[in-house]
């Protein structure tokens, strides 16, 4: 298959392939082809993708870009959400895959230094035996890479006890887009000076290439104890996690999974969902032997006076185990049912659950779809997924304004856009709707700080309406249209 | 156009006068090393606090914001000083949603009355920090000041959710919001925790409120040699017990506090044996889960070789609880002259303990150590008098404390000093080239050098 000719490209990718070798470079479209796509619904396909093996090379393949004028992105497993990891604009991608290593780990003070491209879980796989683990678990965690996380500042289902990536990241190497090498942060985790690593987690790359990461380990608890709590209306669940929060109690994970979805997840997975019932809550409660009792027992009697029909509690690890792959392949579930979904990530208070959760209904049988919900309750995560036919151009028009309406209303109740998997390309056109002029030009000016010329991932974050210099790379006259537009 | 004498005048006629300050016994109150601003301002909204950053961009004056000034002594001295801030008359709470567990308060909101609000609805703020009975919450966020809760709760970046600041183009902004979970947009409230000032000021924060624990209890154990008491502070904070703060006290430490204390009618008659080393664990929860901890605490104690140890009545873990709270305030006043320094290294070994303490006496200093929660070393260098040499000791060992702390890649700032010292003392730059980051971050925020300049070394 041929591949578009460009000069500057068809440059960049013959000095490319003399630093790293044929083995570390792709070219051809047949191959770039699979780079393409994240987890979202967008699209953006690079010029060139490259798997560097250390810092240096990073830095040489930056300055290469930079003096091609080449727009970059980096992309860990391109699990992401949001289109992040996509490039919108062609350019190099910098897969991170093949610096998959765990440098350094030190039990005694909590720390791991690792590159990039580890899988999250297998941090947790390294620590284990000294009854360590790395906290931040999204669902993808078996194949997300800790690089993707901390460009996303990614959460899961138990962040809600124990904070997202960013309350897990002490230090950071980073390569800036003129391939300067700078580290930010230390290992005991106070910064001197600014928190730089509290502003570059979540960053989504538009900032810096990070290279490597120092990470804190969190101890295993000595009891935990998980909950189904099962429920004959939707209502009774959402105001059981209103209260539960509004009461001061604390689960380390509280999630919810509406009927529709979980028959669809058992179907799949037979973790054990009651198929008959409206709702149900996967609740956790993590500690001291003697505060776990007490906080499940709370929990229990919150769950009973809403009406709860049973409360069990998993017996041993494999009911849970069980329980939490039902959760955790949900998503995956949901892709047997449709061609398409579209998932969601707006925020709102807790409080307000009850009617959100009424409201999403309502817009889903306005516009003819089924929106399922599957999310992170304890902390007013929705996720909304709206199934529908991407191949039939008004069901995606549909899909997208039925997207749109959730979203404004979760922004109407004092929420926000999205709460761990970025904005990306996807969200981007709305965040006019959060933030306004001033706004935007600050952090324009961070942007520019760090990535003046706009060559790390542009067209992400920042509104293609709202200029912000995102188009002035080499690859703008391949930036998309904007699914909102 | 606008001068020192004039400047004033020049912000009555924008603000009013009630909302200005220039007599020079007033300014005294707002000194910063020995700097005074030209006039004090107090903006009633933030409005207000745009027009006036507005003011300053057109007659390029330097701004200091400033709450109750319980901290204004961190930080390197201001290379510029003209108008100081004052954020306290911004007072209200926007938004305290208790169901959410989230709350949006002005910047300077005393915090001990955020507490009595918040305590209403059986909710805290877990910054348990000093000058706890006037400082503001905006003051305690730009001060990075240490709260003695940071091992169970975190500090401030762990729960401050979003800010709301006016920049230094003269524009209100806002970042993050006011739900738990949020990774819409760059995180730039991150950055004013520690801030000093350098990057806005700050008009409103939005926080995660926590419920207020059942109860809580305090355990001390006390120890002959350093090495005990921190090998003991070590196995307690590697027990996965869920603990509130966990302190090492010095001989030194314990004594002033004895000290104190006498002067009060409370005492702990624990601390009279001015030899011992201590450590102080607090926690929080049910009752079984106090009993649990405090079991695990008397065990940990007599393997340990402590030499004495106890569950601390209710009232003498609040005292104790509440002067470690403080240790920054009484510290900094502990001896005629005093260098306080907060030092941070990877892991505080015995070993680094030592070192620092050989360097105050090599200055024949005299010195207390304070041993804080996740390993946060306060050091409180002593002078006996003000005399010249006093205060060259004072910055010799100031200026070796700093070297020894990046030798161990770890950093030191001065809390407080005379400002002989604190002019003197610079701190070193991060490691990892990271300052030339630090300065284009500052110009992002603040492109025309108008906010705290020179109080962060290295973003100036």
Known sequence: M????????????????????????????????????????????????????????????????????????????????????????????????????????????????????????????????????????????????????????????????????????????????????????????????????????????????????????????????????????????????????????????????????????????????????????????????????????????????????????????SERDLLWKGRKNAFGALGRIAPGNYVLDGVIPRSKLPQALRHIQKVGEKYGFHIGNIFHAGDGNLHPIVMFDPRDAQQFANAVSASEEIIRYCLELGGTLTGEHGVGMEKSELMPLLFSDADFDLMRRVHDAFNPNSSLNPGKIFPLSKGCGEIRVAGQRRVPASPYK | MTTAANVGVRLESLLGADRVTGAAEDLQDFAIAGLLPSAVVRPASAEEVTQVVQFALKENLSLIPCGSRSKLEIGAPPSRYDVAVDTTSLQSIAHYDAGDLTLAVDAGLPLRRLTEILAEKNQFLPLAVPCFESCTVAGVVASGIDSSLRLQYGTARDFLIGAEFVDGAGKLCKSGGRVVKNVTGYDLHKLLVGSLGTLGIITRLNFRTFPLPES???????????????????????????????????????????????????????????????????????????????????????????????????????????????????LRWSAPQVALV???????????????????????????????????????????????????????????????????????????????????????????????????????????????????????
């Open chain 1, 2 to 317: 041929s591949v578009k000719a460009d000069p500057a490209i068809d440059a960049l990718r013959r000095e490319l392939l003399v630093l790293l070798g044929s083995s570390d470079v792709l070219t051809q479209s047949e191959d770039l082809v699979l780079y393409e796509y994240d987890g979202s619904v967008e699209k953006g396909r690079p010029d060139v993708v490259v798997f560097p093996r250390t810092t240096e090379q990073v830095s040489d393949i930056v300055k290469l870009a930079a003096r091609h004028e080449v727009p970059i992105v980096g992309r860990g497993a391109g699990t992401g959400l949001s289109g992040g990891a996509l490039a919108r604009s062609g350019g190099v991608m910098i897969a991170f895959s093949r610096m998959n290593r765990i440098l350094y780990v030190d039990t005694d003070s909590r720390r791991a230094v690792v590159q990039p491209g580890v899988v999250n879980q297998d941090i947790t796989r390294a620590v284990e035996d000294a009854g360590l683990y790395f906290a931040p678990d999204p669902s993808s965690q078996k194949a997300c890479t800790i690089g993707g996380n901390v460009a996303e500042n990614a959460g899961g289902p138990h962040t809600l006890a124990y904070g997202v990536t960013a309350n897990h990241i002490v230090a950071l190497e980073l390569v800036l887009p003129d391939g300067e090498i700078v580290r930010i942060g230390n290992e005991h985790g106070d910064p001197q000076g600014y928190d730089l690593c509290g502003l570059l987690v979540g960053s989504e790359g538009t900032l810096a290439l990070i290279t490597e990461i120092t990470v804190k380990l969190s101890r295993e608890a000595e009891a935990v104890k998980t909950l189904l709590a099962i429920f004959d209306t939707v209502d009774d669940a959402s105001q059981t996690v209103a209260e539960i929060t509004a009461r001061g109690i604390t689960p380390t994970a509280c999630e919810m999974l509406d009927g529709w979805t979980l028959r669809v997840v058992e179907d799949y997975i037979n973790a054990g969902f009651p198929r008959d019932s409206a709702a149900v809550l996967l609740l956790e409660v993590e500690g001291l032997r003697e505060a776990v009792e007490i906080q499940a027992a709370a929990i229990e009697e919150v769950c009973s006076e809403n009406h709860a029909r049973e409360v069990r509690v998993a017996r041993n690890d």
């Open chain 2, 216 to 330: 809580s209890r305090g355990h001390l154990a006390s120890f002959a040699s350093v090495e005990d008491a921190l090998s003991y502070y070590k196995i307690v904070n590697a027990t996965g017990l869920p603990l509130a703060n966990v302190e090492l006290l010095s001989p030194e430490v314990a004594s002033i506090i004895a000290a104190i204390l006498k002067r009060t009618d409370l005492s702990l008659s624990r601390f009279a044996e001015s030899d011992k080393w201590y450590v102080y664990v607090a926690f929080e929860g049910h009752e079984s889960v106090l009993r649990r901890i405090a079991e695990e605490l008397e065990k940990h104690a007599r393997e340990g070789r402590a030499q004495t140890h106890e569950l601390l009545e209710q009232t003498a873990d609040e005292t104790l609880g509440g002067m470690l709270r403080e240790a920054y305030e009484w």
């Open chain 2, 342 to 460: 907060r030092i941070v290294v990877p892991t505080a070994l015995a070993n680094d303990l030592a070192e620092f303490a050989r360097i105050a006496q090599t200055n024949s200093l005299q010195h207390a150590l304070l041993v804080r929660a996740e390993g946060v070393l306060y050091l409180a260098l002593m002078a006996s008098n003000s005399d010249e040499a006093a205060l060259a000791a004072l910055r010799n060992a100031v200026r070796d404390i700093f070297l020894a702390a990046r030798e161990k890649k770890g950093h030191a700032k001065l809390l407080h000093a005379p400002v002989t010292v604190t002019a003197f003392a610079a701190e070193p730059p991060p490691h990892g080239l990271a300052l030339s980051v630090e300065k284009r971050v500052r110009q992002a925020f603040d492109p025309h050098n108008i906010f705290a300049p020179g109080r962060i070394v290295g973003a100036a």
